[in-house]
């Protein structure tokens, strides 16, 4: 379709349309899920970091959290006229690329649990998954059809962006554990 309009979404980003938009992103460890309504005609797409929020990880933008970006995605394309009972999703991301060893605690290896337990508990079906690996992705949605395209990205210019980002907010997430979130006690 011509009369398409692209938008790029980052991490926390959550985009949802009925006018056939073209959604792209970029992932490394971070998940982007894509859900729409055929029959409707609307559709959108997530990017989050981790699965839900830890202690002192509840400030900034909640949609860098899957517990939050997938409600908020939801919500979106029912408010444009999609029925959650014909939803379907493809999922992407959850690349193990920064330098660390990769364990079932990893932060890809949780990103990929959340999301498949979160569409299972929602009884969304997933028509299509490229999860996990060592490469990052490049993702464009059309949110009219469902279609997606997926680009791996070795050792390109867009990997190494997507490897800097991605080591920055895991720098970000550990600063905040270890220095805590402000807390008031108080006496009534």
């Known amino acids: 379709m011509s009369d398409q309009h692209s938008v790029v979404i ?9 006018d056939g938009a073209v959604v792209k992103t970029l992932l490394g460890s971070c998940i ?16 989050f970091m981790l699965p839900a929020p830890t202690n002192g990880d509840g400030g900034g933008t909640l949609s860098r959290f899957g517990v939050h970006a997938m409600e908020l995605l939801i919500g979106q394309v029912q408010k444009l006229g999609g029925d959650r009972r014909r939803l379907q999703a493809k999922l992407f991301g959850g ?27 929602e009884r969304i079906p997933v028509a299509a998954e490229d999860l996990g690996g060592t490469l990052a992705r490049q993702v464009i949605f059309h949110t009219d059809n ?3 395209f997926v680009r791996r990205l070795p050792g390109s210019g867009l990997f190494q962006t997507a490897t800097a980002t991605e080591r920055q907010h895991q720098r970000d997430a550990h600063t905040a554990l270890q220095h805590g979130g402000e807390i008031t006690l108080f006496d009534n």
Not at 10 to 18: C, E, F, K, L, W
Request: aromatic share 8%.
């Open 32 to 47: 982007a899920a894509c859900v729409w309504d055929l029959e409707a005609g609307v559709g959108g797409m997530n990017h």
């Open 146 to 148: 469902g279609k997606a």
């Open 95 to 121: 690349g193990h690329v920064l330098q660390m060893a990769e364990t079932a605690a990893s932060v890809p290896a949780q990103n990929i649990r959340f999301i498949k337990g979160f569409m299972a508990s």
């Open 10 to 18: 980052q991490i926390g980003g959550v985009y949802a349309s009925r």
